[in-house]
C-alpha cells in the first residue's frame, strides 16, 4: 500500500512506542494471509479505524492511502518484498519492526521523500521475482497536487 503523510507526525505505534514519521511516502507490505483474506484485511486498512490493531492501523490515522500494488502468491513473501521496497531509490526503513513485530531486526514499511512508480516497482519485481505474477496496481485518489510530488 502507498500512503501520502501530508506533515510530519508523532504517534504511538502499538508496543513500537513512540514515533516522529516525516512528510512523505511510505510503502507497507502485508501477507494478507489470515481470515478475510485480501479482500478483508484491504477493507480493514483502507478505513481508519477507532480501535487499532495492526501498525499500519496506526499509520492509517495520519497518512492517506493513494494506491495498493498487489502482488498475489500462495506464500508469504512480504519479508522478501520489504527488502525490496528498500532497494527503491531514496527509501528509508524508519521503523524497526513495523508489521514484522514477530521478525526480529525486520520492518515492512518503508519511507521516500518522493513518490516511487509502480513501473519501477514492477522491474525491480520481474527482476529479483522473476517466476512471480507481474504486480497489479490500483490507484485509490485520482489527487495528485503538486506538493506530493
Known sequence: MLLWLQRE?????????EQVLGRGWYLYVGSAMGAGGLRGRLGHHLRKSERPHWHLDYLRQVATPR?????????????????????LPGA???????????????THLAWLP????????????????????PPRRFILNATNSSEES
Open 9 to 17: 507526525h508523532r504517534l504511538v505505534v502499538g508496543r513500537l512506542g
Open 92 to 106: 528509508t526503513l524508519p521503523i524497526a519492526g513495523f508489521g514484522a513485530s514477530d521478525r526480529r531486526g525486520r
Open 114 to 133: 518522493r513518490r516511487p512508480t509502480f513501473p519501477l516497482w514492477q522491474a525491480l519485481c520481474g527482476l529479483h521475482l522473476p517466476h512471480d505474477p
Open 67 to 87: 494506491e495498493v500494488w498487489l502482488l498475489p502468491h500462495d506464500a508469504s513473501r512480504e519479508d522478501e518484498w520489504a527488502l525490496l521496497l528498500g532497494s
